[in-house]
């Protein structure tokens, strides 16, 4: 079976962990497990992966030549994320808001701009019987998640090799972070199916919509597992489901 499968919820504690865990476990081939909860990443302490190899994670922000600049103001007025700003003639950067667009390197009248990197966690792989395990560790305090979570599913294109050491055509199974913000469509798209765990109760109901809305914007089969189904009331969910024809 040659396919990705995102296992997602709008909220967390659903069981969407369990899932994805259990999914790995019983497959009868061999799985690529990707970890994209970077932020609370816990699938290696169920899978116990053995040698662990790890890759920096580094994202493009721009370094300043204070000599050269002129404090034309150029580079904050081309910023969209506010990242920028001009005191006392000299411009300031906030790595925080930075998205790495590169969009103030070229407009810098005296090519006082240049690319620099900066580290906002690690991308880690390890193998435990027939799953492979990717998952990314964020560093603490840091805002952007997206960045990380694309360099653990590139870990896929680069040098992804199979259990075998062939290169990999087989399944593979995304753990997503929990709700329905930028992380999760990071983790999400592109995917061929999503699952989306969920639980009978009016607030799993309620971030389900939500959940379900985003599977939709992008354009993603999706279907829903009803974990914890003896909790609560169960046709809050099936009614929500048979209406919307999933």
């Known amino acids: 079976m040659n396919a990705t499968i995102a296992i997602a919820s709008g909220k967390g504690g659903t069981g969407k962990t369990t899932v994805a865990l259990n999914l790995a476990a019983v497959a009868d081939q061999p799985v690529k497990l990707l970890d994209c909860d970077v932020e609370a990443p816990n699938d290696h302490l169920f899978i116990k992966p053995g040698r662990v190899e790890e890759r920096v ?10 000599e050269r600049c002129d404090g034309c103001g150029r580079c904050k007025q081309h910023c969209r994320f506010n990242a920028i700003a001009v005191l006392g003639g000299k411009p300031m950067l906030f ?22 990197q900066r580290s906002i966690g690690v991308a880690r792989r390890g193998t435990k019987d027939h799953i492979s395990l990717i998952y990314g560790v964020l560093d603490v305090g ?30 593979t199974i995304i753990d997503a972070p929990p709700g329905t913000s930028c992380p999760v469509v990071a983790a999400v798209k592109h995917s061929d199916y999503l699952l989306l765990v969920t639980e009978p109760t009016p607030f799993g109901l309620h971030d389900l919509r939500l959940a379900v809305g985003m599977a939709q914007a992008l354009g993603l089969k ?8 003896d909790l609560g009331d169960g046709a809050l969910v099936r009614d929500f489901c048979v209406a919307n024809r999933i």
């Open 57 to 66: 994670s580094m994202v493009m922000i721009p370094e300043f030549d204070q």
């Open 95 to 116: 790595p925080e808001l930075c998205h790495s667009c590169g969009a103030c390197v070229p407009v810098c009248p005296r090519g006082a701009i240049s690319e620099a």
């Open 142 to 171: 840091e805002a952007k998640s997206p960045p990380l979570i694309g360099d653990v599913k590139s870990a896929l294109k680069d040098g992804a090799e199979g259990i075998d050491g062939q290169e990999w055509t087989g399944l």
């Open 222 to 229: 999706h279907g829903v597992i009803v974990n914890r189904c």
